[in-house]
């Protein structure tokens, strides 16, 4: 397995000069598609699982999506959400008495994982960044 | 379904006076096989007691010191044995029925009465495995056991034994997919029989080294664990491919059930039309992407194609979102659906490729209601968003006989993978 000398930057809440690092991270390709109220950096990691990384005009990655086989590397598309996420899963588990998809609904953060093994589909974002004029449906 | 309630009660009470160690019916004892003249799985072979008990109630996790009842749960109960022996073993229950995933995999705090012998690489380092579920990660070491459920055998059965103390160090490339579901509270059963459409849990991805490689499985030498790759045969896989005969797929049956219910009590099956009990009748049958497990689900005029599973692993119908349906989350739980009256609602499923379609008729209840009371393991019309997509969950399956064929086995309709209904 290779191991790359990058450390892990923040996707969620970053910047958007980390999806080159993300990208590099993940031994992916990318692909950056224009719109009037953000772009989109779509990369595909080595392990077949399509990113999409949401950037607003400001230059900040206020939503993540992926599709794919496996998850990715959670840490690294979360960034500095990935604890507030941890945490309310375990939260989550108890109280909705048994297993399933994943959905943490909190004011500054939005987490939906579903499928199974060979097709996990995920999407994360923060409701406080979504641009203006932006729906949540568009987050896909 | 009296009885069957009774025997869920002991089973519970018994569980919590062990600690929840052994379970019901737990610790060492002798298994008599009844594989006598098994052949190489073609024909029938009605000499093999096929039918296993399951109970949908709340599960290990529902006594002290826990006090966490599950809902919807599926339990049955396998024995595992110290391979080639038929003495040194142990039966465990609450175990959960999950055609989500593939592989047996027990909680070690489960595992007491036996130890089973650790796989190893060809350095005879240990192999660890770091599984992906949907809200979290299991990890441990890949045991091997012989394992027998109703008359069926899987000899040598490579399975996965959750939070073993001897490999308590995650590596953060694991836990960067998922929190740990490591101990009883967090996994909520002993274990997980997953009896999915997939012969194996990670396939031809985890057989070959380099970037591709996702990472599930782990060489453990004292100096750490590091990413290996690991063959279909030494992979955790599930256990029915490695039944004699009746090897594929299973067949699950519960009966229906109205609003919420302490407990109610079915059966796993196991072949697909190779014994007098398992033949397709008059299920429809719907084919599956080979390469990830789903289907198409239509509802309200939209598809959603190529996304939707049939899982028994998951405790409700998690379908869309409030936006495509016009159904409120709970405002306690957004994880739920809390219309204010039940709705009676239909979608459409697809096969992939075998232009099988069939409307399904499904109800959401309320789900503050349906479990408010804790006593409660079974509710059909539980149900929650899941944008994007169909998880038809267990409350699909009450009172419907569910299939599940698996990827390249033979049946009478075709080879798997295939969901049946």
């Not at chain 2, 019901?24 to 006598?36: F, I, K, Q, R």
């Not at chain 2, 497990?293 to 028994?312: C, E, L, M, P, R």
Request: hydrophobic content about 35%.
């Amino acid at each position: 397995m290779l191991t790359l000398p990058f450390p892990l930057f923040a996707s969620l809440g970053g910047e958007a000069s980390s999806v080159e690092a993300d990208q590099a991270k993940m031994q992916g390709t990318l692909r950056i598609t224009s719109g009037d109220l953000y772009n989109i950096q779509e990369i595909q990691t080595s392990t077949g699982v399509t990113v999409k990384e949401y950037v607003s005009s400001a230059g900040k990655v206020f939503a993540v999506t992926w599709q794919g086989p496996f998850h990715p590397d959670l840490r690294q598309v979360l960034g500095s959400y990935f604890e507030e996420y941890a945490q309310a899963v375990q939260a989550q588990r108890a109280s909705r008495r048994g297993r399933g998809p994943l959905l943490i609904q909190h004011s500054g953060l939005v987490v939906q994982i579903s499928g199974h093994l060979r097709s996990f589909l995920g999407k994360a974002y923060a409701p406080q960044m979504m641009p203006a004029g932006v729906q949540v449906e568009e987050i896909r | 379904m009296t009885r069957s309630r009774f025997e869920g009660l002991l089973c519970l009470s018994l569980a919590g006076a062990l600690a929840a160690t052994t379970g019901c019916g737990g610790g060492a004892s002798t298994s008599s096989s009844s594989n006598s003249g098994s052949g190489t799985g073609t024909g029938t072979n009605p000499s093999v007691s096929n039918v296993q008990p399951i109970t949908v109630n709340t599960g290990p996790t529902a006594g002290p010191p826990l006090n966490s009842p599950y809902i919807n749960g599926a339990f049955t109960s396998v024995t595992v044995c110290i391979p080639g022996s038929t003495t040194s073993c142990q039966t465990i229950s609450g175990i959960l029925v999950d055609t989500g995933s593939s592989g047996l995999r027990i909680l070690s705090s489960a595992l007491t009465a036996i130890s089973l012998p650790q796989q190893t690489d060809s350095n005879s380092n240990p192999i660890v495995e770091c599984l992906p579920f949907l809200d979290g990660i299991t990890w441990g070491p890949v045991e091997t056991a012989d394992m027998t459920i109703a008359g069926e055998e899987a000899k040598s059965l490579p399975l996965q034994v959750i939070g073993s103390t001897t490999f308590s160090t995650i590596p953060a490339t694991c836990t960067s997919m998922g929190t740990p579901e490591d101990d009883l509270a967090a996994l909520g059963a002993n274990g997980i029989l997953g009896v999915g459409s997939f012969a194996q849990d990670c396939g031809s991805a985890c057989t070959v080294s380099g970037g591709s490689n996702p990472g599930l499985y782990y060489t453990c030498p004292n100096s750490g664990c590091e990413v290996t790759t690991e063959s279909l045969s030494s992979q955790v896989q599930n256990p029915v491919v490695l039944f004699a005969t009746d090897n594929n797929g299973v067949i699950i049956e519960l009966p229906s059930v109205t609003g919420a219910e302490t407990s109610v009590s079915g059966s796993i099956i196991f072949g697909i039309g190779t014994q007098s009990n398992n033949g397709l009748g008059s299920a429809t049958v719907y084919t599956i992407d080979p390469n990830i497990g789903n289907f198409t689900t239509v509802f309200n005029g939209t598809s959603y194609g190529d996304a939707s599973y049939i899982d028994s692993g998951s405790n409700a119908i998690y379908f869309l979102d409030s936006n495509a349906t016009g159904l409120p989350t709970c405002t306690d739980a957004s994880y739920w659906y809390c219309p204010t009256t039940t709705q009676n609602l239909s979608a459409t499923n697809q096969g992939f490729g075998n232009g099988a379609s069939g409307s399904v008729n499904f109800v959401v209840g309320n789900a503050d209601t349906l479990t408010v009371l804790e006593t409660t393991g079974a509710a059909n019309g539980l149900a929650g968003p899941n944008s994007g997509s169909f998880d038809w969950g267990l409350p699909f399956f009450f009172g419907r006989n569910v299939y599940t064929a698996i990827e390249g086995k033979d049946t009478p309709a075709g080879a798997g993978p295939y969901w049946a209904y």
